[in-house]
């Protein structure tokens, strides 16, 4: 696969509209996307995630990779009309109440965008602060009931290297799995993988816990939540792809992330255009503690982020979002390794145990001899 092909994939699905629990343009494309190619497989679960598995060949491990991502980013969904011009929708997801005052916004209604503007907000307070909950919109055109709502921004557009869009959280991510699951197939690749899916990440992972409960992933799979995370001072944008060995919340299967750090560490010693970083995403919460909290082994990979949520701090406004292309290209190379892999994963950190075997050895007659008595 070349590296246009995986550009063009990723910018058909930054393109698609979405919101929490209004993901039905993505699903849809998903499901369009699996039927053309024939080495893929699907299923949806009762929560509507999607499951899409890879396999080829004989003597595959055991272990596989699940690759996850969310399909949703934080948006509106429109309610009902109140007037011939005014909208009321639900707002959901993370985003701070002093960028809503007149920002534009477009709903996509079945086949068009539907322009409007933001009048006024309800909030609520959660904890120490207030949340918006909801909001009364100017709109150029009735919107039925159901639509998502995204802030008013272009279509994906490339400058220096970096794609701007209305939504890469976590619509890069969904493109990455989609351009690997097309690489396996394209290539007939020996290798396996399951590539999940989730809804309604940005109200609290509730797909992907309901993924857990409803025993979706399959047990023996290894999970891998992608991201999108807010740039870091010491996680820049450019430096490849991070693996992320926690979060604000808890840190992630030790083993899990040992194992996809040593086939990135594979995967650099044959392509030197291949750069990874390894790093503490500690700016918010992601769908990996929700895996590890429900009983499976799981680490993560994120793309350093601009502008998260669409909140340019710098200027005070809303903006697009934006991901380096080197860094998306590495990561579905990434992704391509986790599947086709030849390590096998035991739970173990196997490199590090065999490190400390090796002092151990080294050192232990001394250690012995020279012990009191």
Same mark, same amino acid.
């Not at 040992?258 to 990874?276: E, I, N, P, Q």
């Not at 909140?311 to 086709?340: H, Q, S």
């Given at each position: 696969?070349?590296?246009k ?9 930054l393109?698609?509209?979405?919101a ?8 849809d494309?998903? +499901?369009?996307?699996v039927?053309a +190619? *024939? ?5 949806e679960?009762k ?10 060949? $004989?003597?595959?491990? *055991?272990?596989?990779?699940? @690759? ?15 007037s011939?011009?005014t909208? +009321? &929708? ?18 996509f209604?079945?086949?068009r ?12 307070k ?8 909801? %909001?009364? @919109? ?6 039925p009931?159901?639509?998502?709502g995204?802030w008013?921004? *272009?279509d ?8 701007h869009?209305r939504? &890469?959280?976590?619509? %890069?991510g ?10 396996l ?10 590539f999940?899916?989730?809804? %309604? ?7 992907a816990?309901?993924a857990?409960?409803?025993?979706t992933?399959?047990?023996r ?18 430096d ?7 979060? $604000?919340?808890s840190?992630?299967?030790?083993a899990?992330? %040992? ?5 990135a ?5 044959k392509?030197?255009r ?30 350093a982020?601009?502008n998260?949520?669409?909140?340019n ?16 290209a590495?990561l ?9 892999t030849?390590?096998r994963y035991t ?5 590090m145990?065999?490190r ?5 050895r080294?050192h232990?007659?001394i250690?012995?001899r020279t012990?009191?008595?």
């Amino acid at each position: 696969m070349t590296r246009k092909q995986s550009e063009s994939i990723l910018r058909n699905v930054l393109s698609l509209p979405t919101a929490p629990f209004a993901e039905q343009h993505i699903l849809d494309h998903i +499901r369009s996307f699996v039927a053309a +190619r *024939p080495l893929l497989s699907l299923r949806e679960d009762k929560a509507g995630n999607q499951l899409v598995h890879y396999r080829r060949g $004989k003597g595959q491990t *055991p272990r596989p990779i699940c @690759l996850t991502a969310h399909l949703d980013h934080p948006g509106f969904v429109s309610d009902r009309m109140m007037s011939k011009s005014t909208l +009321r &929708a639900i707002w959901r997801g993370g985003v701070m109440c002093e960028y809503f005052p007149a920002a534009r916004v477009r709903f996509f209604d079945g086949d068009r965008w539907v322009k409007g503007r933001v009048r006024s907000i309800k909030t609520v307070k959660t904890g120490m602060r207030r949340v918006v909950k909801s %909001a009364l @919109l100017d709109v150029g055109a009735a919107v039925p009931s159901g639509c998502p709502g995204m802030w008013d921004f *272009p279509d994906p557009a490339i400058r220096n290297g970096r794609i701007h869009t209305r939504a &890469a959280d976590d619509l %890069a991510g969904v493109g990455a799995m989609l351009a690997c699951a097309h690489a396996l197939d394209a290539a007939k690749a020996n290798g396996e993988a399951y590539f999940l899916f989730t809804r %309604a990440e940005e109200v609290g992972f509730v797909g992907a816990m309901a993924a857990c409960k409803l025993k979706t992933i399959p047990k023996r799979c290894v999970v891998v939540a992608i991201e999108t995370s807010s740039e870091l001072k010491n996680a820049r944008m450019g430096d490849g792809p991070i693996l992320r060995v926690g979060d $604000k919340a808890s840190t992630f299967t030790s083993a899990a992330t %040992a194992f996809a750090g040593a086939v990135a560490s594979d995967l650099a010693a044959k392509k030197r255009r291949f750069a990874y970083q390894r790093r503490l995403m500690d700016g918010g919460t992601c769908e990996s503690t929700a895996y590890c909290a429900l009983g499976y082994e799981a680490t993560g990979i994120c793309l350093a982020l601009g502008n998260y949520h669409n909140m340019n701090k710098r200027t005070g406004k809303l903006g697009p979002e934006y991901i380096d292309l080197d860094d998306f290209a590495n990561l579905v190379d990434w992704f391509i390794a986790l599947a086709t892999t030849k390590r096998r994963y035991t739970g173990r950190d196997t490199d590090m145990d065999k490190r400390l075997d090796e002092i151990q050895r080294e050192h232990n007659a001394i250690l012995y001899r020279t012990a009191a008595p």
